[in-house]
């Protein structure tokens, strides 16, 4: 059976004496990878210096993925906050391969700061700091649950999942607000937006946890349905 090509987006370290490499170089999650190679696809690493254009243009789909960061809030026209870190280069070169990708009309999954993209990219606002108190920075650690979602019917996710709730980690200190033209598709108990959908796509969602860990059914059938849009 074919397996598509499917592009994630990285990461970028400086580098230094105790690092990786003393010179800057490009990360990600081993289990990023994984994930869609499991699902049947042939998942490739996206750098920052080609052309998104062209790059997308070789691609069946494209994975945002998540990172300790935040998307730029000069984006959706908000200052930063104190707890805000942006890296700019890194949302430059996401933002370029979404827009290309949205052009071509190609499966988009955005996790954790992708889906905040993607609520960006629809007109938008994040909230730039959640409190601790809110429990999103879950303490245990990320390969178990850190609390449930709740799907909303009649959404691609929800019909992808088939079931009403989810158990999800949770990594992020920041959240969407409005989600502007993109259709809310889950909430965790507190309210907050967990997963959305951009309508004028063919599929094209974002989840605020990290499905990559597979840590419900529902994760895979995620993944399966992204590498079988992508064919």
Known sequence: M???LIGLTLDHESGGENSF?????????????TALSHAGALPVCLGYDAPADAMVERLDALVITGGAFDVDPALYNAPPA???????????????LLKAALKRDIPILGICGGMQLLAVEAGGTL???LPPEAGHEQPNPRHEPGHTVTLVPNTLLASIVGNTTMNVNSAHHQAVHHAGTARISAHAPDGVI???ELTHASFAIGVQWHPE???DPGDQR??????????
């Open 213 to 215: 860990f597979s840590l």
């Open 127 to 129: 909230i730039q700091h």
């Open 82 to 96: 104190p707890e805000t870190s942006p890296r700019p280069e890194r949302t430059r070169a996401e933002h370029a």
């Open 222 to 231: 995620l993944y399966a349905a992204l590498v079988e849009a992508s064919r």
């Open 2 to 4: 074919h397996r598509p």
């Open 194 to 196: 967990e997963a959305i």
């Open 21 to 33: 490499s003393r010179y800057p170089f490009h990360a990600i999650r081993e289990n990023y990878l």
